[in-house]
């Protein structure tokens, strides 16, 4: 699947379909940006059983906003809803590749366990 365009109204439907989401906040003017967009766009076609979704902070500032995105391209991972990777900067390939198999890899009961702990 290639990347979809994520804007504050699709947000929600889309993180909470479950799975992995992967986010790319960017804008247009960002050269980083650009650089890894190809990057982003080739995980996208491999890896199609994940959504990776492109925010564009310019069109989208209220997310930004939300999200307190100060740096871009930063990139942000969901699993099941729950945000459990965000990071500013750009990824090699090989980078980007290790972060989808952390998130596979991760098990959720436990990140579900750790919340409820520290909730408590």
Do not use: Y
Request: aromatic content about 8%; some cysteine.
């Amino acid at each position: 699947m290639a990347t979809i365009n994520i804007t504050g109204s699709s947000f929600n439907e889309t993180v909470d379909k479950g799975g992995i989401v992967i986010l790319d906040f960017w804008a247009e003017w960002c050269g980083p940006c650009k650089m890894f967009g190809p990057t982003f766009e080739a995980a996208a076609l491999k890896h199609t059983d994940i959504v990776f979704g492109k925010i564009n902070t310019e069109e989208e500032q209220e997310l930004a906003g939300h999200f307190q995105i100060r740096s871009i391209p930063t990139l942000m991972a969901l699993k099941d809803g729950i945000i459990v990777f965000n990071q500013a900067g750009a990824m090699m390939p090989a980078q980007l590749e290790e972060l989808i198999k952390a998130l596979r890899d991760l098990d959720m009961e436990k990140v579900k366990a750790d919340i409820a702990a520290q909730e408590d």
